[in-house]
């Protein structure tokens, strides 16, 4: 029970006993489980399971620690209380130019709004001006030609009112059919009213304007949190293949020697029905079938719904490494050569992102920068389509390092993130996508799950080697985010966005 609060001022000895107010009885005992200080009737109810102590023992006790623990506080507590206020002062300034390359950003997408803008406003006063000229230039033809007419037509009915008791018959009718013809005035710019070419003013309302000016968020918006009862120890090597079915059940695979070969595991009574196939990368279709590669066939394969399993096509000469469903139709699949030196590429080697159909017909393949010389990949290992349609690679540069490259669908390279710093050693090896476009990175190395905006640039780190150790694969439905570890455990999150 909480005592009456002391009426003296910080630091003063003088004596001051408070009482319980719920049975008015001095507080002269402290409970160490709830570290509060009761009566001696708390203790018999409230407190009774809990253990407790006399005030007078209690401070006796403390008499005796007082130097030590005054002692530590002083070289420990208050230390680390400077180190905090002078990385609060750190921050301050991380914030200001946090905040200033923020508005920056603003300021220069503004400027290319307003840029936009402009051309846009120039191309329709250039239509509308190019118009006028045309216009004008037919009005004036025409109105030199009527001038002409105008001068024919006096002129003859001049000559007719002097000439026509002369005249004979035929030549007075030929004069009358030259004169009507002269003054039939056919369809023309004047008739028509002018200049038909209009403006119609576009619609501004406040929603259109701010999704054009972009939003602001905070990055505290996005968070996930451990669902501890659905994370478990699905094994002891590392998870390399992990691909989602529904909320609940998954498709999860370990390396096991050479080979990896995958289980499909239902989350809530944890069965696990092995699947005798070898796989490097899953992806499921939106009809339910799953689609997985075969480095040693050199296939695609699929699993139908009904558990058959059938050679979708062949990828040969080339092995398939990852697989995803894509948001155009179809499967995007990252392919490589069969050199037994993985990350030193000859001209004849082959590294690729190739977009076919289901039954393996070639869309479209991603090989080469614009320049159609400069390699996009060494190693493409793991790749996900983003909802903005950008695709993104996880590129194994060497046995130890990788980064993400981004691209957009019509193939131009949008950027490459090599990590944080990108100064040290850093091996990516998974990436998914959320429905805001922003990217999670897996990374091995330093134990953390990377929060990419949608161009790549880094945000925060989502999850830290207190959450993850050693991610390999990763996976989000949903609101549920699966990270599998190099040591075969599977965490499971609840992702906040």
């Known amino acids: ?158 000559f007719l009112e002097e000439r026509h008791s002369t005249m004979s018959d035929f030549s007075l009718m030929d004069n009358l059919r030259n004169l009507a013809s002269l003054t039939l005035i056919r369809d023309c710019n004047i008739q028509r009213g002018g200049l038909l070419l209009r403006y119609r003013e576009g619609i501004i309302d406040e929603g259109s304007l701010e999704f054009l000016m972009g939003q602001t968020f905070d990055l505290d918006s996005i968070a996930v949190e451990v669902i501890e009862k659905k994370s478990f120890q699905y094994g002891y090597k590392p998870i390399y293949v992990l691909e989602a079915i529904t909320e609940d059940t998954y498709i999860v695979g370990e390396l096991a020697s050479e080979y990896m070969y995958i289980e499909r595991v239902n989350l809530r009574n944890k069965e696990r029905e092995k699947l005798n196939l070898n796989v490097n990368g899953v992806c499921v279709a ?127 390279l949008r950027s490459v993130y090599r990590g944080q710093d990108p100064t040290k050693i850093c091996l990516l090896s998974d990436v998914v996508c959320d429905s805001h476009c922003n990217l999670l990175v897996s990374d091995v190395t330093y134990s953390s799950i990377h929060l990419l905006g949608p161009d790549g640039e880094f945000m925060k780190f989502l999850l830290t080697e207190k959450e993850v150790q050693h991610p390999m694969s990763v996976v989000l439905y949903k609101s549920t985010l699966w990270v599998g570890d190099i040591d075969g455990r599977l965490a499971v999150f609840n992702y906040k966005s």
């Not at 069969?338 to 090989?367: A, F, K, M």
């Not at 080469?368 to 909802?387: C, E, H, M, S, W």
Request: glycine share 4%.
């Open 1 to 158: 029970m909480a005592a009456s609060a002391p009426k003296y001022s910080l630091g003063s000895p003088q004596e001051h006993i408070p009482t319980c107010e719920k049975h008015n009885l001095i507080i002269d005992i402290e409970c160490e489980d709830c570290g509060e200080f009761i009566c001696s009737k708390c203790a018999k109810t409230e407190h009774k399971d809990h253990d407790w102590n006399t005030i007078t023992s209690a401070a006796s006790l403390r008499r005796r620690q007082l130097k030590e623990y005054l002692c530590t506080i002083r070289e420990t507590n208050v230390k680390e209380m400077d180190k905090k206020i002078q990385n609060a002062a750190k921050q301050t300034e991380a914030n200001q130019i946090q905040c200033d390359f923020e508005v920056s950003k603003l300021q220069k997408h503004y400027d290319r709004v307003i840029s936009k803008l402009n051309e846009l406003k120039m191309s329709h006063e250039k239509t509308m001006r190019d118009n006028l000229r045309s216009n004008n230039f037919e009005t004036s033809k025409e109105k030199v030609d009527l001038e002409m007419k105008k001068k024919q037509v006096l002129k003859l009915v001049k």
């Open 286 to 412: 939106e009809n339910g079938d799953v689609y997985f590669t075969n480095e040693r066939s050199k296939s695609i394969e699929r699993l139908g719904t009904t558990g058959s399993v059938s050679t979708a096509f062949s990828t040969g000469p080339l092995i398939p490494e990852g697989i995803c469903y894509s948001n155009e139709g179809g499967l995007l699949v990252t392919l490589r050569d069969s050199e037994r030196d993985r990350y030193q590429l000859g001209p004849r080697s082959r590294r690729l992102v190739r977009h076919v159909t289901p039954n393996g017909d070639v869309i479209r393949e991603y090989e080469y920068n614009a320049d159609g010389r400069t390699r996009l990949f060494i190693v493409p290992y793991k790749v996900r389509q983003n909802f903005n349609t950008d695709i993104c690679v996880v590129n194994w540069t060497s046995g130890d390092t990788s980064e993400l490259v981004i691209l957009t669908f019509s193939g131009a």
